[in-house]
């Protein structure tokens, strides 16, 4: 691993462009960023190499701020343009930043489909438990019995496991971090922009102004205790008694596969067919 030099995002950032950014104090997003960038520093990976897309959302403005080849979409359909874009480029590294609201609700038939076809996206879903910039409406990962705007008595819906939703739908790289856990999310970032399929992150990320406020919890380091106190790596579950692990949501590598890639099969498909029409149009020249 390299040695990370301090202000080694900077080099990343579009310093004239769209700063300041609009993150409240106290977010998590700012931290995911740094996360991200310094994972890919550490990969080596040429700006011009990656490609950022996202829709709409507060971790969705994480592209205008970044200095690669970037997509800001609609509300829920980053991961549609996202594989419209590897189709196109397949050499390239295409990363989805995306929210709950954005990814499991409009978004989540894209995310299932992704995750089935196995398209070489790397999907990181922040999680902040609701919808942050349209209003503080709940989501679908929006802890049963928490409060926000549309659910002021708090939230009756059972919540999505985003990582176990996209286990099951086929993707080959799912895991989960937090947040707090900074280290940790960077080398989950490196390890799922090298593999080759569809990988799918959740990061559990505070927001204390929204979601916070409407749950009496408006400290963002209580909010980022609560992630260290309440998660369990997945390297412990066998090790820790049964009422440990009650309650406690599981982070690390979840689900680490290798299948074949839907653009790779796709690329086979097309030769495949060039090669027989080439055949065909051999044959018809021979017996003319």
């Not at 890919?40 to 970044?66: E, F, H, Q």
């Amino acid at each position: 691993m390299k040695n990370i030099p301090q202000k080694v995002i900077h080099q990343y950032l579009r310093h004239q462009k769209k700063f300041p950014h609009v993150w409240c104090a106290g977010c998590g997003n700012g931290i995911i960023l740094g996360d991200l960038l310094r994972a890919i520093y550490n990969l080596g990976i040429k700006k011009d190499n990656i490609a950022m897309v996202s829709g709409i959302g507060c971790s969705s403005r994480m592209p205008v701020y970044v200095d690669f080849n970037t997509l800001h979409t609609t509300h829920g359909r980053a991961i549609a343009f996202a594989t419209g874009l590897k189709f196109a480029k397949p050499e390239m590294h295409v990363i989805v930043i995306t929210g709950d609201g954005d990814a499991a609700a409009i978004g989540g038939n894209h995310l299932i489909h992704a995750a089935r076809r196995n398209i070489d996206l790397t999907i990181i879903i922040i999680n902040n438990s609701i919808y942050g910039m349209t209003g503080g409406q709940y989501s679908p990962t929006t802890p049963t019995g928490k409060k926000a705007t549309t659910a002021p008595y708090g939230s009756i819906e059972p919540t999505f496991d985003l990582c176990e939703l996209s286990r099951c739908a086929g993707a080959s790289f799912v895991a989960r971090s937090t947040a707090y856990h900074t280290i940790e999310t960077r080398k989950i970032f490196e390890k799922a922009i090298l593999k080759k399929g569809c990988s799918v992150i959740e990061v559990i990320s505070q927001c204390p102004v929204v979601y916070g406020r409407l749950n009496n919890i408006t400290s963002p380091v209580k909010m980022l205790e609560w992630q260290r106190d309440n998660t369990i790596p997945v390297s412990a579950i066998s090790k820790l008694p049964a009422e440990k692990i009650k309650g406690k949501i599981v982070r690390g590598i979840i689900h680490d596969v290798d299948k074949p890639e839907f653009t790779e099969e796709y690329d086979k498909l097309v030769k495949q067919f060039e090669k027989q029409s080439d055949n065909y149009k051999n044959n018809t020249k021979n017996n003319s």
